[in-house]
Each structure stands twice: as C-alpha cells, then as structure tokens.
C-alpha cells in the first residue's frame, strides 16, 4: 500500500510538471529564471530587511484572510474579532465560533482537500491528467482546460506566476513562497463564493486540490498551491452572439437577469460583481454561467446623505437614497442592473425582437437603462417575454388563413433542395429558422421571396420552438416520419374577360 501511494503521488506530481511546462510553452514562462533569480535575490537581502518584509508579507496574508471570514459566516455577518479569533499565521478558526460547515470548509481550502461528497472532485482527480490548452490568463489566474484521466473535460485555474500580481509580490517582499499564498487567497475566496453561491447561472465548483504552508495537503499538491477544479464552459463570443438568432441572445439575457435576481437575495446578502464584462461568463450547453467571482463583494456602502450614494458610470450618474441603516439602499443590485444593460441588453435585446414583442422590448430597455425598475420587476419582465414566446400568444394577429394558400404533405422530408440563406439563421448554408407552429412559418415564408415552401423537422429549440428550412424549391420528396412539407399552391392564373 505505501508502494502504491508513492507510485500516485509521483504521477500526481508529474502530472503538474507537464502541466506547467505546457503553461510555460503556451505562455513565454520564464519560471526557471523566476525561481532562481528570486532566489538569489532572497538571500542578497539582509536579514533585518528580510525580518521586515516577512512582517509586511505576513500582515497582508491575514488581511486576506479578513476578506474571506465573513463570507464563511452562515449570515454573512461580522468580523470584528478576526485577530483573536485564529486569524493569526498558520492557526485555524475556532470550531466554537463557527458553524461546523464553514470551519470545515476553511480548513479544507488552507490545509488540503476533502471528498465531502461522492462527486466531488480532490487532489487524486488530477492524477494522470491531460493538459490541452491555456484557456486565459490575467493578473492573478491562470485558467487552463484538462482532461482527465477518465476524459472528462475540465477547466482548472491557478495562480499565474507569470501575472502581475505574483511579479509585484516578488518585487515587493522577495518571497517566492509567501507570494504564492497571497495571489492564492483570490482562488481560496472564490472556493468559499461558489460553496456559497450554488446556482445554475453560476459555474459549477467540482472540487479543489490545495496544500497547506506546510506542504501538507491530498496527493499532487505542492506547498502552498491551490488548484481549483471548474466544469468546462465555452468562453463567450459576443461578436458571435450578435450573430445569432434573437431567440439565442434572448436566452443570454434571461439567464443574466436570473442570476442578478440571486445576487440580489443571496445567502450572502446582496452581492455585487465589481468586474462585470462579457469575459466574466461563459456557457455550458447554450446557458449562461458566472465564471469569475474572486470580484464579487456583498460589502454594503455607508453613507449619511443620498449624496454618499451615487453610482458613477462613463455616461451617466445616477444617485440612490442612504436608508435609516446609513448604508445605500439596493446600490449593489442597482450596479448589476445598470451593468446587465450597457454591457448586454442593449447590444443582444433590440435587434430583430418578433414584431409582438419589440414594445415589451422597448420597455425593458427603458427600464433598465434609466433604472427605473428593480430586479424582482426586471425579472418579471423577461419571464413575461418567454411565457408570451414559447405560447405564441404573441402571433395572435396573424391571419389563420394564411396555411391554406399551402400543401401540407406529412411524414415526408425532401431532396434536391435549392436553398436561399436569410439572417440570422440557425444554418449558415440555408435559411433556417424557429417557429412556433406552421401559421407562423408560413408568415415567414410569404415574407420572404424566394420561399416556395418549408419543412417543420422534428427538431425543437430551447424554448420548446420548432425548427422551420425555408428553401426556393425541391426535386423530390423522400420518406421523413418526422417531417412534414408545406408548399406554395400555385394560384390559376386569372382569365381576362372580353
């Protein structure tokens, strides 16, 4: 048995070494250069002055640690006695002080991983792992997309000793070591944010490996390293989305609106995200997810006057009332809103809104844009939309006579098709469209002019919607028992009378 957990801990140790060369060759890593250099540097460093600047680097680690305790509380509640409550270097919480849940949690973030649940992900997860590519990188991360050893793909973020932050650190306090703890405090915190904030808008936190100051911790993890294991989403590309149906960027906007009206109610409290940028979500299978939350602070902000409450953006301002509690009341829900419409509403909702709907539209964007409504009426708002989508109640004023100027031949599916592209469309080599019934696509088809007929597929959208191929002409028509064909009947030409 001590043969076999050698033999794991060697492979787990491997596989972050080929991780990290892999990270080296995608990024210009200079990592030899800045272990050795710094080193060096360490020791060139008188030891009064190294005394001093272990004090400073140890002073800033337990400020860090004093961002993360009240996000353990269950109330998310007070930290005033931080400096006697375990907060000093290399203690623990107090279990007395403490629910059970977060003093567990805690411990596993600083000291090493546990599998609380039978899925999730550890230390020994990592074991003969695969690294694919550097999904991104920034100041303090480095976030990188593995697959596992059984396959599975997953997105794993590190510190980035190559970022900023780490570079500054270095400069700073010449500790190579205590460096990495520090930068590391933004991923521990982001652990504690997505134990915290578990919701379908907000990425799904598999596991963590993580080893402690004193090199201890699961299998794989190196002193002081933390390692956070995310499901795998796809980066979103707004240019991309302004491409896509309306239907799809409806969806984006939904699922944003969503997670807003979480943050608003959160366990928490209410949570604002400080760097709100499309690069902060990304998807997983079409839903919009929250994959950045080290910026997000559920701090509320004092005030005496309205005038302490002002919410300052590159084109407007707009000023909020300072409640009896002297704290600025719905300020951080407020932020997201304005936020969710500059950044995405008012490039994904407008254009190409159905006809029915452009003046629910219309009011969502005034609403927003002005902040005029709350995130409860905002909400609402959306749902309404979808409710009126996947109905149909929105088409109510199309004729129910228009199917009849068509055939309808059903189970049948056609070949030799002359296709003609509208935009957008969910295919880029025909013109292919969501519907909600065949009145709909025959609406659409008498619009366009190239339309002799359409196919409803059996293939359906996320709303439940039908997929509709509108196309010139066909050859012939084929078996299909999911398809049904309507096309144009050929009106008789009118005889003149003399």
């Not at 701090?299 to 000023?319: I, K, M, S, V």
């Not at 009341?329 to 029915?356: D, M, S, V, W």
């Not at 219309?362 to 409504?373: F, P, R, V, Y």
């Amino acid at each position: 048995m001590p043969e076999m957990g050698n033999s794991l801990r060697a492979a787990a140790l491997l596989a972050f070494v080929v991780l990290s060369i892999l990270v080296s060759l995608l990024i210009s890593s200079v990592q030899q250069f800045g272990v050795s250099h710094f080193s060096n540097a360490t020791l060139a460093v008188d030891e009064q002055e190294f005394a001093s600047l272990r004090g400073a680097l140890i002073y800033q680690l337990n400020e860090r640690r004093k961002e993360i305790i009240p996000l353990l509380l269950p109330d998310g509640g007070d930290d005033d006695d931080d400096d006697e409550n375990g907060l000093s270097e290399g203690t623990r919480l107090s279990p007395q002080l403490y629910s059970p849940l977060d003093y567990n949690l805690w411990n596993e973030i600083t000291h090493g991983s546990r599998k609380a649940h039978m899925d999730e992900m550890g230390c020994d997860s990592l074991v003969d792992m695969q690294a694919m590519e550097v999904l991104g990188s920034g100041y303090t991360k480095l976030v990188v997309k593995v697959n596992l050893a059984g396959g599975q793909p997953v997105a794993l973020k590190l510190v980035n000793e190559q970022g900023i932050d780490m570079g500054k650190c270095l400069e700073d306090f010449k500790d190579p070591q205590g460096c990495r703890e520090l930068v590391s405090y933004k991923l521990k915190k982001e652990i504690v944010l997505l134990q915290r904030l578990q919701h379908p808008n907000v990425i799904k936190l598999k596991g963590h490996c993580a080893g402690d100051a004193r090199g201890q911790g699961g299998r794989g993890a190196e002193r002081g390293r933390v390692t956070v294991i995310l499901e795998q989403g796809n980066p979103l590309q707004m240019i991309q989305l302004l491409q896509s149906p309306w239907e799809d960027r409806f969806r984006v906007c939904l699922d944003l609106v969503r997670l807003l009206h979480f943050l608003s109610q959160s366990p928490l409290g209410s949570v604002a995200l400080l760097d709100f940028q499309p690069r902060q979500f990304v998807t997983v299978s079409g839903e919009l997810k929250l994959t950045d939350l080290d910026d997000a602070s559920a701090e509320e902000t004092p005030c005496q006057t309205d005038a302490d409450c002002t919410l300052q953006f590159p084109h407007r301002n707009f000023t909020l009332p300072c409640s009896y509690r002297g704290v600025c009341e719905g300020l951080n829900e407020k932020r997201n809103i304005y936020n969710a419409y500059r950044y995405f509403f008012t490039y994904l909702l407008p254009h190409q809104a159905p006809p029915g709907l452009t003046h629910l539209v219309d009011h969502i964007m005034n609403s927003t844009g002005e902040l005029k409504a709350d995130i409860n009426q905002t909400l609402e708002a959306f749902e309404h939309i979808l409710l009126l989508y996947k109905s149909g109640l929105h088409l109510d004023n199309l004729p129910p006579s228009i199917i009849r100027d068509y055939t309808v031949m059903r189970g049948m599916g056609t070949s030799g098709n002359v296709e003609y592209r509208c935009w957008p469309s969910y295919s880029q080599q025909g013109c292919v469209l969501s519907v909600h019934s065949a009145r709909e696509a025959a609406y659409i088809c008498n619009s366009h002019s190239q339309c002799n007929s359409f196919t409803l597929t059996g293939q359906k959208t996320w709303t439940g919607r039908l997929l509709a191929s509108f196309r010139s002409s066909f050859s012939h028509l084929v078996p299909d028992g999911t398809s049904e064909v309507y096309v144009k009947k050929i009106k008789a030409p009118e005889t003149s009378t003399v």
